[in-house]
Nanobody, 127 residues
Framework: QVQLVESGGGLVQAGGSLRLSCAAS????????MGWFRQAPGKEREFVAT????????YYADSVKGRFTISRDYAKNTVYLQMNSLKPEDTAVYYC????????????????????WGQGTQVTVSS
């Protein structure tokens, strides 16, 4: 089992940047594929980005491709989401997730593929 704690959210103006962190504790960090999701008020939780266990493969939602970067630091047991060129429509609660499952990378765009979730961190982008 793994515990996930997100941090780094906040209020930023459109065009600005934020870096979210997700610290993992418990089982070996490299055991898990990691992902970021977000949920805006009144909307379903949606996929943002995922990174493979070895860190060599990433996949992004079209809405964030070219602006967001997911990465992981094995020494710190942490996964990051660097968010640049933020837009008001990026406003949401951002969740970190860990998966013990295996499959095609596209499979990991769905919440059902993830076993563990953090508590979320709020990101608000003002226009």
């Amino acid at each position: 089992q793994v515990q996930l704690v997100e941090s780094g959210g906040g209020l930023v103006q459109a065009g600005g940047s934020l870096r979210l962190s997700c610290a993992a504790s418990g089982r070996t960090f490299s055991t898990y594929r990691m992902g970021w999701f977000r949920q805006a008020p009144g909307k379903e939780r949606e996929f943002v980005a995922t990174i493979s266990r070895a860190g060599g493969s990433t996949y992004y939602a079209d809405s964030v491709k070219g602006r967001f970067t997911i990465s992981r630091d094995y020494a710190k047991n942490t996964v990051y989401l660097q968010m640049n060129s933020l837009k008001p429509e990026d406003t949401a609660v951002y969740y970190c997730a860990a998966s013990e499952r295996f499959g095609n990378i596209v499979d990991f765009t769905t919440t059902q593929m993830y076993n563990y979730w953090g508590q979320g961190t709020q990101v608000t982008v003002s226009s």
